[in-house]
């Protein structure tokens, strides 16, 4: 329930809120509940609902709706990326950055890892996007599997 889902960090209302704008987007409740279940899940410590709630619309947004399962593991898979004094928001634009050079889930959620896999300790993950995306748009976007592993080579 949303009630049980309210941190002590946040009112009963806010979570209402966070779950309405979630409503809002989806137009199903079914899955409105569902997305609001994935972003409790995955929120990192202090991390506010709100805030995670707007990166995960962001997903959303740029998917469309329909694709709530593809949405919530691309979400789950930037959760799991984070970096420590990485913000989500971040994380989460050098995704929709992916996506839209992309035009495609599965390439952009498959170029994602190869960053975060290669990611070197001094660069930021915003930096070592746009290195790939140099790449990618090089060779082209039909060619993911070819970039990926230019990329590699290139960076280690």
């Not at 329930?1 to 009112?11: D, L, R």
Request: charge should be negative.
């Amino acid at each position: 329930t949303i009630n049980g889902a309210v941190t002590s960090n946040e009112s009963r209302n806010e979570a209402v809120q966070t779950f309405a704008s979630l409503y809002r987007a989806e137009a199903d409740g079914n899955d409105a509940i569902s997305n609001f279940q994935v972003i409790d899940r995955n929120l990192k410590p202090g991390e506010g609902r709100a805030s995670a709630t707007n990166d995960f619309l962001t997903l959303l947004n740029m998917e469309g709706r329909g694709a709530t399962a593809s949405v919530q593991s691309h979400f789950q898979q930037v959760s799991g990326s984070l970096l420590p004094n990485e913000s989500r928001s971040s994380a989460t634009n050098t995704f929709t950055s992916l996506y839209r050079a992309e035009a495609d889930g599965p390439d952009a959620s498959s170029d994602y890892q190869v960053i975060a896999s290669t990611l070197p300790q001094n660069t930021s993950r915003p930096d070592a996007t746009g290195q790939f995306l140099t790449i990618l748009n090089q060779v082209g976007r039909g060619a993911t599997s070819q970039a990926q592993q230019m990329y590699r080579q290139i960076v280690g």
